[in-house]
């Protein structure tokens, strides 16, 4: 089943999304790396940004200075936005959602147990993303509204305005569902089956 959904989203929103949905995001999305989390969380800094409901991209932006305009309101435009592998920031899943209310997190590779128990605890969703993609989702972003924790630049807490950010693959669930589970799974399987063709053991 295909979401089409405005952030931020309510919790009832993000348990009705199921592994192997599709989402697609319009509205505000932050984007947020590893610098980012360990301020926030490590070392006791704190955003001035409302991330309750919200989606948060594990990214480092490419970005230019430019003269702030209506397009570009604190002066960055948009270069190449990617998205990182998410594995590294597995430990602040949790207080991302219980301290600050996020709901979905975009990145590349899946994240942990932690992660998983998180979600289905509190309700949110790992909306996986295709690797190497970075120029056409930088298409879906339309302006880079405003920053955060900027002394941290590239890994500042950004807050994007996107349209059309996806489809995104819902990849882990808050009914404990994980592709990435089911497809190692799979591949072991597939793998013992050949190798038991083979006759090894």
């Known amino acids: 089943m295909h979401h089409d959904l405005n952030t931020p989203i309510t919790e009832a929103q993000t348990r ?16 947020i790396r ?50 990182t592998t998410s594995s590294r920031m597995e430990r602040f899943t949790a207080p991302l959602m219980r301290q600050y209310g996020v709901r979905m997190i ?29 120029a056409l989702e930088t298409t879906w972003i339309e302006r880079i509204e405003d920053v955060d924790l900027d002394d941290l630049n590239p890994e500042s807490l950004w807050k994007f305005r996107v349209r059309g950010f996806g489809p995104l693959l819902v990849a882990m669930d ?6 990435y589970r089911e497809v190692d799974a799979e591949a072991r399987a597939q793998r013992a089956a050949v190798l038991a063709s083979l006759g090894v053991e």
């Open 106 to 134: 975009i990145g590349k590779g899946g994240l942990g147990a932690g992660s998983l128990a998180a979600f289905t605890e509190i309700g949110g969703v790992y909306l996986a993303i295709i690797g190497g993609t970075a």
């Open 34 to 83: 590893d610098a980012t989390l360990i301020h926030m969380f490590d070392r006791g800094r704190t955003t001035r940004f409302d991330l309750n409901g919200h989606a948060v991209i594990h990214t480092a932006p490419n970005v230019r200075k430019v003269e702030p305009s209506p397009l570009h309101p604190v002066g960055y435009a948009p270069v190449c936005i990617g998205t």
């Open 16 to 31: 009705a999304l199921r592994v192997n949905d599709t989402v697609t995001l319009n509205g505000t999305l932050f984007g």
């Open 174 to 179: 808050s009914v404990g569902g994980n592709l």
